[in-house]
């Protein structure tokens, strides 16, 4: 199933389609001992996980240098994927439950990602400035604003807007205006965009990346 990533990154290199292939092995040994992944989503690893983390990089190419936050990141999405795409940019994985990090970490270290560091705690408690936040739904929008809003340097990294990229689906008018409302967010700098333009694929109609600007 990794030649589904070939066939949006064909400009993967050698070791970037060595590490993807690596995966789908690395997940299913871990999952056999915590299940980390559901069951059933095991067999679609690179759709439902990989490929859908990857969309991300269809909003913004993170610059080389700029350093990347995945809140909530369980077994390592969509922190993993998007850090062998972007080797030159930093990734701190977090989640609060121990042995989701206990997996994200074996899988980054066995795929040698250097550029990756993994921490067992929540996201208020990391004592760090990141340009990006990164994360796939772990609640409400005006719930997880608040908890890494003032992690997030403001302005620009390399001409690019920092912010948020949140992977959400379903009607998100009403969960967008009320976070925009609690974070005095003008509505301007949220921008809704489809999975469904960039991947074919059923499984993304009615998902999307939300990117909010800080």
């Known amino acids: 199933m990794e ?3 070939l066939t949006y990154f064909p400009e993967l290199t050698q070791r970037q389609r060595e590490q993807f292939a690596a995966l789908l092995p690395l997940y299913s040994e871990w999952n056999s001992k915590i299940n980390v992944v559901s069951r059933k989503d095991i067999d679609n690893l690179y759709l439902h996980h990989v490929l859908h983390s990857l969309a991300i990089s269809r909003v913004v190419q993170f610059p080389a240098g700029s350093a990347v936050l995945d ?3 369980g077994g390592g999405f969509p922190g993993i994927p998007l ?3 972007f080797p030159e940019v930093s990734f701190v994985l ?4 121990g042995k989701k990090t206990l ?3 074996s899988v ?8 990756v560091r993994v921490e067992n705690a929540r ?4 004592d760090m400035k990141f340009d990006f936040v990164v994360s796939r739904a772990v609640t409400e929008l ?3 604003l608040p908890w890494i809003w003032n992690s997030l340097l403001p302005g620009k990294s390399d001409g690019i807007e920092r912010g948020v990229l949140y992977l959400k689906g379903g009607e998100l008018g009403e969960e967008i205006s009320a976070a925009a409302k609690a974070m005095r967010i003008p509505a301007e700098r949220i921008g809704i965009n489809e999975i469904s333009k960039w991947f074919k694929e059923p499984f993304f109609e009615g998902k999307m990346v939300l990117y909010i600007k800080r």
């Open 71 to 73: 809140v909530g990141t």
């Open 108 to 115: 980054a270290e066995s795929l040698g990602l250097n550029n």
């Open 142 to 144: 005006k719930n997880f």
């Open 123 to 126: 996201a208020e408690s990391i």
């Open 3 to 5: 030649d589904l990533i």
């Open 94 to 97: 977090c989640d609060s439950i």
């Open 83 to 85: 850090a062998i795409i």
């Open 103 to 105: 997996v994200a970490r």
